[in-house]
């Protein structure tokens, strides 16, 4: 059973428009959440992560929300970018995880010109 | 700094070859990971390593195993592959919960 979901395999977006990358987690002992951005022949990078102590956290046109009661997160790009085409991974993590990463199965963003 | 370097970039293997992959780190990181990352399921945990001689099983180790002779090192080893194998296989370390990534290893098993 996987335990952070990313229901949209893929997204396409305006330039300039908003995108909106969102992910469902089970697990209520995840208190730490990251956001990693992928290029193709290229490994993750980590993007921005949020506490479980906070509802949002910005870092420029990037921001997360996070929605404990419905455990729910989500990533906000504005405005979008073509160089934001790629894949986006929400993680979670436990504090007694050892730094373990629980992954979602990805979004595919697709910002067109 | 090189930060996460992995080695071979690329490998075909037949079924019933054994090969290991290379992973090293030069930011000091006392946590290092193995992933695989297959279409639709994000990136699954292999191994993982707490410190220099440890090593524990993650979601998915069957038909893996691993070493940490030193700290900046950590080896992947298929015994006998198995096409179930094909995958790209990500290393990661880390010091905290922010986990910095390798250019991954494309494996395919025929």
């Known amino acids: 059973d996987q335990q952070v979901k990313q229901n949209s395999p893929s997204l396409s977006v305006q330039e300039g428009r908003i995108s909106i990358l969102n992910c469902d987690y089970t697990?209520?002992?995840?208190?730490?959440f990251l956001w990693y951005k992928k290029y193709p022949a290229e490994g993750p990078t980590f993007l921005i992560s949020?506490?479980?102590?906070?509802d949002k956290n910005e870092d420029g046109r990037f921001t997360v929300f996070l929605n404990k009661s419905a455990k729910h997160l989500s990533l906000h790009i504005v405005p979008s970018q073509p160089g934001d085409s790629a894949v986006y991974f929400c993680?979670?993590?436990?504090?007694?995880?050892?730094?373990?990463?629980?992954f979602g199965g990805g979004t595919r963003l697709m910002v067109k010109p | 700094n090189a930060g996460v370097t992995q080695t071979p970039k690329f490998r075909v293997l037949k079924t019933g070859q054994s090969m290991t992959l290379l992973c090293a780190q030069d930011?000091?990181?006392?946590?290092m990971y193995w992933y695989r990352q297959d279409p639709g399921m994000g990136l699954r945990l292999i191994h993982y390593?707490?410190?220099?001689?440890?090593?524990a099983k993650g979601e998915v180790p069957d038909g893996y195993n691993v070493s940490r002779l030193k700290k900046q090192n950590f080896l992947l080893g298929l015994e006998s592959a198995a096409p179930s194998q094909t995958s790209v296989y990500f290393c990661?370390?880390?010091?905290?919960?922010?986990?910095?990534f390798g250019p991954g290893t494309r494996l395919t098993v025929l």
């Open positions: 697990n209520s002992m995840f208190d730490y």
């Open positions: 930011m000091n990181h006392e946590y």
């Open positions: 390593s707490v410190g220099e001689g440890t090593t």
């Open positions: 949020i506490s479980s102590i906070k």
């Open positions: 990661a370390s880390s010091y905290s919960r922010e986990q910095f």
């Open positions: 993680a979670a993590t436990e504090n007694n995880a050892g730094n373990m990463l629980t």
